[in-house]
């Protein structure tokens, strides 16, 4: 039987001693009251709450589960580096296993550089793109989440116009509002930022096509400003090589983090010869940047990326995935919009304009013990069996089942006006 009772007392004594009781991606303020909120361990496709439920999950951390939690060979080599010793006075020998290792498997890459968090990997593409030819104005595209930094910070307190003085946004995949940001950068263009596709939450995703892509590109090399490519959430989840591998459009930098180490803290700045000597002028640091065991559980992911047929898989159970919830939805009642790859799930209820039906329908998964989320995309890992699914597919029937009762009487969850405010600046950034 479900039960939610620790959960909600850890959530109590959350509020008092962390604001908002949780912050940033994790916070559970748009989340319906009885979502779980703290986990107590996690193996494979497999995550248990405070209270001891047992979840088949779909969030995978947020993207840093690709291999099944607690995968035997990145935690051998994990443990193994932590007897040896971790934050030393200086990296390990892995520091430059784990950069050679990059450079043979992203086709664009000649270099890269280490450090924590997605934010810190942004942040430094942005600094190097300026450092590139000493100019100032970055293109982002609007809504499009980069990290938790001033230059790109979601919401606006505690930001100021300055922070993104030199910011000029414009539609993603568009092309016309693309090259009037270009116009407007004038001679002082540093770098386009973009997104492997259109992930962003509260939207359905979509890929870009790739004439816009290539044009990205040609712009790039026109004006002599710097292409990033940000595979923070995306990467290695379309492909073995950066994201846009696949449009055949090469970066000068891509920003890695979330599942190169399969949960281990450790992000990344990679670029091409172009950008070295700018790369070699910024200063970044930070003192965790160089620790051992995260590079250590890095590599063994990147042997297993390359090795494996786990890419194969998560796009099978993926589509196992979207194909059963699409008959079952129907079957109900319910018309599904299921965007973006299938490794990478978003479902939204068509006909819910405030999300009360996915909202209802989530959380009558999460009490029969389906991790999923009504706004945020999902991830497939490679733990995850077409068993899994199946069972899944048992679960939500039951789920849509439940919601075909009480549709009629829903009530609104989460607080329904932040919902609206995201919702709307989500879709405003969303090309016609
Ligand atoms: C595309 C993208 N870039 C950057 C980030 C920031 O990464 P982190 O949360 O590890 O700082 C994220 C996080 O979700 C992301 O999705």
Redo the contacts with the bound molecule.
Sequence with gaps: MWTNTQNKALKARAERVIPGGIY??ESTRLLPADFPQFFRRAAGSRLWDVDDNEYIDYMCA??PNLLGYGNGKVEAAARAQALRGDTMTGPSDAMVRLAELFVDTVTHADWAMFC???????AMALVCARAYRQRRKVLLAEG?????SPWCLPQTAGGTAEDRAHIIPFRYNDLASLATAVESAGDDLAGIFA?PFR?EAFSDQYLPDAAYAREVRRICDERDALLVV?????GFRMARDCSWSALGVRPDLS?W??AIANGHPI?ALLGSDKARDAAQRIYVTGSFWFSAVPMEAAIATLHQIRDTDYLERIAHTGQLLRDGLEAQSRSHGFTLRQTGPVQMPQIFFADDPDMRIGYAWTAAAIRRGVYLHPYHNMFINSALTPEDVALTLERTDDAFAELRKTRNGLPAQGDTRVIERIRRAALASVPA
């Design positions: 940033g991606h947020y993207g924590k968090n997605g934010t810190d990997a942004t499009a989440y980069h990290g938790a997104t992930h940000d595979d923070v959430r995306a920003t983090g979330k992000s």
